[in-house]
């Protein structure tokens, strides 16, 4: 691999997303991805006693649909990298204790779909792992309770709040060429051929209800370093999609590359948007959650992908880092955006 | 690279720890190390008015003299590695914020030290980055109230507890042969030579008041794994130095290492251990949290390994990765242990 411009990694061997699986809540399988999701729970508990390890266990699954996708048994992972927004990041590392892999824990909050994956990614081209997996869950019960109210309370939401996914991703990464069942049936195998890592950007947004503000110069920041660094424009991406800024972040995005003269209005989408139907759903400026981009990304996007239908994309995650403590101690709100190209075909 | 053995990853141009950097607090320079830290604060809130802030300025601290060491500004790193053990890790957040720099949070528990430094020595090996910065934090203040009682409550603690260490450590790792002031002067590099992933080992223990046997059995998994990778005995090394195991974890550690035939009591030793003299300064097993491996490695270790004092090391930081909300809930404690085979001279 080697460095170009001043922020972004190109991969000269492009390492492959071999498999990937994805697994969702009730909601989220009444929305207009409900088709692309490897499995819907019905029951938000998914049949655990508490909402952490409903989190776990949907997590479990959306990896276990991404080892099959990939053909992979847990034990060939020579590294696992995951994260969540839980408190000490427990929903991943009750995952990984239970398939005993080498692990790596991250935390990028709702951008960490896009930081396992790029971390996998550079562990594959180094040599470092022959197969890596990523990996990134939220669950809107435990995260209402964790960063906002009790659910029995039923605050009112402000039009800016978004709604976290109940929602995971998985992927496997490996060498591109690796032998796989999706391979063998003809489709098209996906690679990263470029990474761009984020820095934090905080204009002092410090309204929990808009995490969308709050992440949207992130994505700026990281999209705009990726373009400049690849010397590339936004017309030559079949897509660029950021994770979670919903409708007012992505609006606030829009209007922040416009400023420096990009515009990528004909090409940008977001998990966030795409996952609900806002209107009939009430799902006020969309859908948030490290499971949100994760769930969107590792169902429909590569599905299409795969179809050939897609075959040319940044996808930049977007996390906000702040904790409920920073929050009531007055600190605004940090975000990050990590961005990754994928190719396919 | 190339992986070796079944867990173990070989560096061929084995990166440099080019600079480090530490910061502790009043109990930690009244204790055996004093004279080792870069800086020790009487103030256990840093001028802060937060307990999280204040560990955000200690660990801005000792990143800050691990960069003055490397001879190298904020804005030459290629990317920053992160976590502690605040819920959202909000005392690195901030201190990468304030640095605008490329990120990547990771959550390790108290192995951060040993996850931060492994990756950033991969990403500089593959060369991802040219200069890579690793951090970690903990305060005792910040931990008991997170994780156990009020300060205020004054509760009575077992033999087996350990006490959070204020203190944090920082290093900065780049291509061997980069020139740094502390070259010029004729100090020895400390390189990066294999480095091992670890696996999160569980066997039950869920008292909170005893991590060091919840995280024992990670830290034997992870020694056992890297010498059978690389057909070595404890005693090609000078030193094992696992992170924050204490009196009562190490024990067992050698305990579980001797059912396997292997015996490290001779070479081994424990950040828990070394930081505070536990009959003075009442501190019971010894000390524990993310600052303490990373406070000890990142000061008195790498000084001894500069001067030539220690030449071959391996450095095996042990992380607990329950969170209060997993231990209420009666799940038992997972353990994971990173390690780092490290040379001077």
């Known amino acids: 691999m080697q460095r170009i411009g001043t922020s972004t990694i190109q991969l000269d061997t492009t390492p492959a997303v071999l498999g990937f699986g994805s697994a969702a809540g009730k909601k989220e399988g009444e929305g207009p991805l409900a088709g692309s999701f490897d499995r819907v729970f019905e029951d938000v508990m998914l049949g655990e006693k508490t909402f952490e390890k409903a989190e776990s266990a949907l997590l479990n699954t959306a990896l276990t649909f991404a080892m099959q996708d990939a053909?992979?048994?847990?034990?060939?992972?020579?590294?696992?990298?995951?994260?969540?927004?839980?408190?000490?990041?427990?929903?991943?590392?009750?995952?990984?204790?239970?398939?005993?892999?080498?692990?790596?824990?991250?935390?990028?909050?709702?951008?960490?779909?896009?930081?396992?994956?790029?971390?996998?990614?550079?562990?594959?081209?180094?040599?470092?792992?022959?197969?890596?997996?990523?990996?990134?869950?939220?669950?809107?019960?435990?995260?209402?309770?964790?960063?906002?109210?009790?659910?029995?309370?039923?605050?009112?939401?402000p039009p800016t709040a978004q709604w976290t996914v109940t929602g995971a991703g998985g992927a496997i990464v490996g060498a591109l060429g690796t032998p796989t069942p999706q391979l063998r049936s003809g489709n098209s195998p996906i690679t990263v051929q470029h990474v761009t890592i984020g820095r934090i950007k905080d204009l002092g947004i410090a309204d929990a209800n808009n995490m969308g503000a709050a992440m949207a110069p992130a994505a700026a920041d990281t999209i705009e370093r990726f373009l400049r660094d690849t010397a590339t424009q936004p017309r030559d991406y079949d897509l660029i999609l950021t994770g979670d800024l919903g409708k007012v972040g992505s609006a606030l995005l829009i209007d922040l590359l416009h400023r420096d003269q990009i515009d990528i209005t004909a090409v940008h989408s977001d998990c966030g948007i795409l996952i609900f139907d806002g209107e009939k759903q009430d799902t006020h400026a969309g859908g948030s959650g490290c499971g949100c981009s994760a769930s969107v990304l590792c169902s429909y996007i590569f599905k299409r992908m795969r179809q050939g239908l897609l075959k040319n994309i940044l996808f930049c995650a977007t996390g906000a880092l702040m904790s409920p403590t920073s929050f009531q101690q007055g600190e605004s709100i940090p975000g990050i955006a990590h961005l990754l190209h994928l190719t396919a075909g």
Do not use: W
Request: hydrophobic content about 40%; proline content about 2%; some cysteine.
């Open 71 to 157: 053909g992979v048994a847990a034990s060939k992972l020579d590294v696992l990298l995951g994260g969540d927004l839980l408190n000490q990041c427990i929903g991943s590392t009750f995952v990984a204790r239970d398939l005993d892999v080498p692990y790596l824990g991250l935390y990028g909050a709702c951008s960490t779909m896009a930081e396992s994956l790029l971390l996998a990614s550079l562990l594959v081209e180094s040599g470092a792992a022959t197969l890596a997996g990523a990996m990134t869950s939220s669950h809107f019960c435990s995260s209402e309770r964790q960063y906002r109210f009790p659910l029995e309370y039923g605050s009112q939401r």
